[in-house]
């Protein structure tokens, strides 16, 4: 009988059903993967293993018997921990307090036993081999390092489950293999690992199992001589991949809008150039972590920029702020739709304006409602935004893929030559995503030039004409969209580590 | 190693720390070439008591800045305290047991600050100041706007007992700062109220009850007060809505001076909170002491806590460029 | 439920309204001729100037998502240096624009501090109020500053068409900046900056200068408000505008101002300026104690915001 048992679970937030009768088995002593798309579900069944979310129905069985979890203190209670994807590190405090918050030794006298405490410490970090000392304050190590110590918390609590949810997105490779070694290690001392990655060379490379969700849905579970890349990939999308994307650009006329000369930032990306050009969809592909946010922040203008040239249509230009940017015809569509996006307790008249607000205003600078109404309507109109009496909805009320529609809007208002969109369909619904790819290639037949940054392949390979990869805050090669493979993206990625090698 | 383990951590600790330890020797040393007077028992008698109040509501609101928040109703408390504490005492009921029921009542508006912030997901300063303005009508109503004299004598007499040569108010502070400073540094529960500052998601993922304890940092910030009330009254042997008036800005800027972030939780320590109390304390003497106009000193708290913060603020981003 | 239901228009300004009928029409039937007597209504009007200029300032403040405590101090000092000018012989004209930008640049002093050195709303004005309360007792020692010429006097006390000239003078700004609110592009910038400050840097939207404008306002306000009130009342004094802040706040977020920014109406403060008055007159009459002035404002600001609450509770399902 296995050791956990995750038996018809369903869970929804308000109308957005995220996990759908999942039923899945696992063992102690193996490593034992979730794969899917972003948005699939693996975090939030984590999550309800954990003790952080609440199924709406179905149980969590240990042993058998069935374990009610209502807090994150219950769920180490039943032995398992989870390693979270946001470390939960407070930077204030030293490495060795943060492996014993809630939890620090104390003497008889009730006092902390700060001896004992910095001993218990180092000898976590030496158990899973990481060089950390124990009085450095979190905040100044590095993401691995910060890693290190989130595991050596889980550990110390004695889990017999170890939920470790997409541990390798900000780490360097060396950490990679340390973690992977510690993982074996802790397989062969008898624990469950559950590894939740959407990297597949990772996941075939350690896991002794793999299941894989798909919208909510598990799919399936592969046994490790089953478990074969092409097959995975089937069980994770299970649609046909063209029909969905818009066609290619009919004409080029390699008219460069944008050039990028060795531009660099410390710490986040370096010595990078490519051109951005009218008329084309160039797609940037890139992992977490990669640079390509940072890069595209650089070059609007909402960071700095260390080093390098960038040209505007052949004039040089260096934005020290997005206003300038955007006054130029340069317009930066965010990844961080909540954050950086939007104004969700604004409607959506005043959000689709929020860009343009100087081209709405009349006798100097007062805005003209009716200009501003007209401006909301056709968007609404041209854009399918629903429902199309929403002018005056406030932005929250809308769906996730009305409101990127919203965001959409606000830059398309702005009249821009140039688009950066940062992973333009993250968070959207089938149907939406489909229609903002149609979009952006109608943007680009009208003569814009697109940047679209991903870091999801099918939707890189579908709609961009070029590819630029970037990997570890390097271009490492631009490429033509023809006859492209995911493959082909990945060994260029790659490229420097196969050199190496 | 052990040496070496000294010298580490008093690097890291410590800038603040010594700037302040400097500035308090160059004002003593100012002040005593100033005046002759300074640096004698009675003033120092003087400084401490002048500044007493303040200080033991700086423990607790040190805790409360730490954990992200800010209380302004020790301003509304003490006086409150002191003013129920006196008519209790005038209905005979004993010392021992109108204390109780002062400190309890100001448990119980700590319990209600924190109840209040929570259900209205309001920012703790308009919570705390909305409380402290309800609690200063209560207080001018009871008494009318007039000092409550005429203690029972047994009362009074409090105020004349010394112990080992100090006032009963010294005693009491210099308890709480020691088991502040002990327990801040070594018990589980105020190492945790660093920790909700810092990262409260990291706390809350943790299994700390973060909602029981924003409302013990309240509850322990009402209660100081209410302890300030209860001294103050000791000292004065009576009671008014004056008492403590602007006191929660010279607290809150104590804490500040003492390095305590106001703009970010989780970082600060009782012991800097120490040495700004002795700094503030120091410079309020030196204007009584220079003949300055105490009306300057409103100013110039005023100016304390926009420095304070700006410098602990300038160091941060100078710390960040460095690194 | 219900009738509170079909009472509301839907809106905040509707509901505010018909609160303040009903408070007003159930006091005439209640105290009678002790409520509506001339001299009631001037009393209950008779800060309303002051405090519907402090409350539209900080509408725009707690729009941007801040706080600014230091206006009850900036009326203060203001109206010292403005009554010492006058006291001194300085013309009326030049002591009113003295005071005015005065009032002004302490404001954007606030908002440089909150935009540009990152400190927080409420740090950097206590500190603010603390410093301007402090010189107004430094410069008057607490005493009256009297001796002021006509001219100056008749700024506030005059009349236009029988009603005073403060009150004309505030409730004009009032409606000037409830319009220029709207479709007045820097202040519009306001609700984008509070509603999502990142978003409007992403979006071209100057949040620092929006922001230092902001402040200014407030310190704008409480620097008109200062004149008319010493005008008015014939002298300065260090102790005007004490919790003048918390009547301002309070007026605003009962409007419908989010302490958590983006969103705020002129209208909606204005009338709880009107409410906030009525409501303290309401008690004196039962109670004869003016010392519960600022325990109901903040009484009320809370109970603004818990009904906020309540509603969005009940909204969300």
Redesign the interface.
Same mark, same amino acid.
């Not at chain 2, 259900?119 to 920012?123: D, I, P």
């Not at chain 2, 402290?132 to 209560?138: D, L, N, S, T, Y």
């Not at chain 2, 998601?201 to 700390?208: F, P, V, W």
């Given at each position: 009988m296995s050791y956990l048992k995750v038996d018809h679970i369903t869970k929804s937030f308000g109308n957005n059903k995220v996990l759908t009768d999942i039923s899945i088995d696992f063992e102690k002593g193996e490593i034992h993967s979730l794969i899917g798309e972003n948005g699939a579900g693996k975090s939030t069944l984590m999550k309800i293993i954990g003790g952080i979310y609440q199924a709406d129905s179905g149980q969590i069985l240990i042993d058998g018997k069935p374990a009610n979890m209502r807090d994150p203190v219950e769920a180490y209670g039943h032995g398992i921990g989870i390693v979270h994807q946001e470390l939960s590190i407070a930077g204030n405090m030293t490495a060795a307090q943060n492996v014993f918050v809630n939890n620090e030794p104390v003497k008889k006298c009730g006092f902390i036993d700060w001896n004992r405490l910095y001993a218990d410490a180092a000898a976590e970090f030496e158990k899973i081999g990481a060089n950390i000392d124990p009085k450095a304050i979190a905040g100044t190590l590095s993401v691995g390092m910060q890693q290190m110590i989130e595991i050596s918390k889980v550990l110390s609590k004695d889990v017999n489950v170890l939920i470790l949810d997409e541990p390798t997105s900000a780490l360097s490779d060396n950490e990679i293999e340390n973690l992977f070694r510690i993982l074996l290690e802790l397989k062969e001392r008898g624990k469950l690992i559950i590894f939740i990655s959407h990297k597949l060379n990772e996941i075939t490379r350690i896991s002794d199992r793999v299941s894989v969700l798909r919208d909510g849905v598990c799919t399936g579970t592969l046994d490790r001589e089953d478990m074969e890349v092409q097959t995975i990939i089937r069980m994770m999308v299970g649609r046909s991949i063209d029909a969905l994307y818009p066609p290619k650009a009919k004409r080029r006329d390699n008219k460069k809008a944008l050039t990028i000369e060795h531009i660099s930032r410390k710490g986040k990306f370096s010595d990078v150039s490519f051109d951005i050009r009218y008329g084309e969809i160039t797609g940037m592909f890139g992992l977490v972590g990669a640079g390509r946010t940072e890069c595209a922040f650089s070059v609007f203008g909402a960071d700095k920029m260390d080093e390098g040239q960038v040209y505007l249509d052949g004039k040089q230009v260096r934005f020290k702020n997005p206003a300038q940017a955007i006054r130029e015809g340069l317009c930066y569509l965010s990844e961080d739709r909540k954050a950086l996006g939007l104004f969700v307790d604004m409607t959506v008249k005043e959000n689709t304006v929020a860009a343009c607000l100087k081209s709405m205003c009349r006798y100097g600078e007062f805005l003209d409602e009716n200009r501003i109404r007209e401006n909301t309507e056709n968007y609404i109109k041209e854009l399918d935004i629903h429902p199309e009496d929403c002018r005056n909805y406030k932005v929250r009320n809308l769906s996730g893929g009305n409101q990127q529609k919203v965001l959409f809007a606000k830059w398309l208002a702005a009249k821009p030559k140039i688009l950066i969109v940062d992973e333009p369909a993250r968070g959207v619904d089938v149907g939406a995503k489909t229609m903002i790819h149609h979009i952006l290639r109608q943007l680009a037949d009208t003569g814009m030039a697109v940047w679209m940054i991903s870091s999801e392949l099918p939707e890189i390979l579908g709609v961009s004409d070029r590819v630029i990869v970037m990997h570890e805050g390097h271009c490492r090669g631009i490429l033509e969209n023809v006859g492209l493979t995911e493959e082909d993206i990945m060994r260029t990625a790659f490229r420097e580590e196969v050199r190496h090698e | 190693m052990n040496k070496r383990k000294g010298i580490l951590?008093f690097g890291r600790i410590n800038f603040h720390y010594l700037v302040l330890i400097v500035m308090i020797f160059i004002v003593t040393a100012a002040m005593t070439v100033y005046s002759p007077y300074f640096l004698t028992v009675n003033n120092l008698q003087v400084l401490i008591d002048t500044f007493i109040m303040e200080a033991v509501m700086a423990l607790g609101m040190t805790m409360v800045i730490i954990s992200g928040g800010?209380d302004l109703t020790v301003a509304g408390i003490l006086p409150f305290s002191s003013i129920i504490l006196a008519l209790l005492l005038m209905r005979e009921v004993p010392f021992g047991i109108a204390a109780v029921l002062v400190l309890l009542a100001a448990a119980a508006i700590g319990c209600l600050t924190n109840l209040?912030r929570r259900?209205? +997901?309001?920012?703790p !300063? &308009? &919570?705390t !100041? =909305?409380? =402290?303005?309800?609690?200063? $009508?209560?207080d001018?109503?009871i008494t009318g $706007?007039s000092a409550v004299s005429g203690l029972p004598e047994s009362f009074t007499r409090l105020g004349a007992v010394r112990i080992l040569g100090m006032p009963v108010s010294w005693i009491v502070y210099i308890i709480l700062a020691a088991v502040f400073l002990y327990f801040s540094k +070594?018990?589980?529960w105020f190492?945790?109220v660093?920790?909700v $500052?810092? +990262?409260e998601?990291? =706390?809350?993922?943790? $299994?700390?009850k973060v909602e029981a304890l924003y409302r013990n940092v309240y509850v322990i910030s009402a209660v100081l007060a209410a302890v300030a009330g209860i001294l103050t009254a000791i000292t004065y042997s009576s009671a008014s809505y004056s008492y403590g008036t602007?006191a929660d800005?010279r607290v809150?800027t104590t804490v =500040?001076i003492g390095g305590t972030s106001?703009?970010h939780g989780?970082?600060g320590s009782i012991a800097g909170t120490l040495l700004g109390t002795l700094f503030m304390a120091i410079i309020y003497n030196a204007f009584v002491m220079s003949g300055i106009?105490t009306?300057?000193?409103? %100013? &110039?708290?005023? %100016?304390f806590?926009?420095a304070a &913060?700006?410098l602990s603020?300038g160091i941060k981003v100078l710390k960040e460029r460095k690194? | 439920m219900k009738k509170g239901k079909k009472l509301s228009v839907g809106n905040r300004e509707g509901t505010l309204l018909i609160t303040i009928l009903v408070i007003f029409v159930l006091m005439c039937l209640v105290k009678g001729r002790l409520f509506y007597a001339r001299s009631n209504i001037e009393a209950i009007f008779s800060n309303l100037a002051y405090d519907l200029l402090l409350a539209c300032g900080m509408t725009f403040v707690i729009i941007l998502g801040g706080v600014d405590l230091s206006v009850g101090a900036v009326l203060a000092l203001t109206g010292i240096i403005c009554t010492l000018m006058v006291q001194q012989g300085v013309s009326t004209a030049a002591a009113v624009l003295a005071g005015i930008a005065f009032g002004t640049a302490v404001g954007m002093f606030n908002g440089i501090l909150v935009a540009k050195a990152n400190v927080a709303p409420f740090v950097a004005t206590l500190g603010s109020q603390s410093i301007c309360r402090g010189i107004c007792y430094v410069l008057t020692s607490g005493y009256f500053v009297a001796g002021l010429s006509d001219e100056y006097i008749a700024i506030g006390r005059g009349t236009f068409l029988g009603i005073p000239n403060r009150i004309c003078i505030s409730v004009l700004i009032m409606f000037v900046l409830a319009l220029l609110s709207r479709s007045f592009r820097p202040l519009k910038n306001m609700f984008y900056v509070g509603g999502n400050s990142n978003a409007a840097f992403i979006s071209g939207i100057p949040s620092g200068l929006t922001t230092i404008l902001g402040y200014g306002i407030s310190g704008l306000m409480a620097g008109i408000a200062a004149v008319l009130m010493t005008s008015s009342l014939g002298m300065g004094h260090a102790g005007y505008g004490i919790s003048f802040e918390m009547k301002a706040i309070s007026a605003a977020v009962i409007g419908g101002a989010n302490m958590h920014g983006g969103s705020g109406s002129f209208l909606g403060t204005a009338l709880g300026v009107i409410l906030v008055a009525l409501v303290n007159n309401v008690f004196i009459m039962f109670n004869g104690s003016p010392n519960w002035s600022s325990a109901i404002s903040g009484i009320m600001l809370l109970l603004a915001v818990g009904f906020d609450v309540v509603r969005s509770r009940a909204k969300a399902g």
């Open positions: - | 951590s800010i209040l259900s209205l +997901n309001l920012h !300063m &308009v &919570v !100041m =909305a409380i =402290a303005a309800v609690i200063k $009508g209560v001018l109503t $706007g +070594n018990n589980r190492l945790q660093f920790f $500052g810092g +990262n998601d990291a =706390a809350k993922l943790s $299994g700390i602007n800005l809150i =500040a106001l703009t989780g970082s106009s009306y300057y000193q409103d %100013v &110039v708290t005023g %100016v806590l926009i &913060v700006l603020e690194s | -």
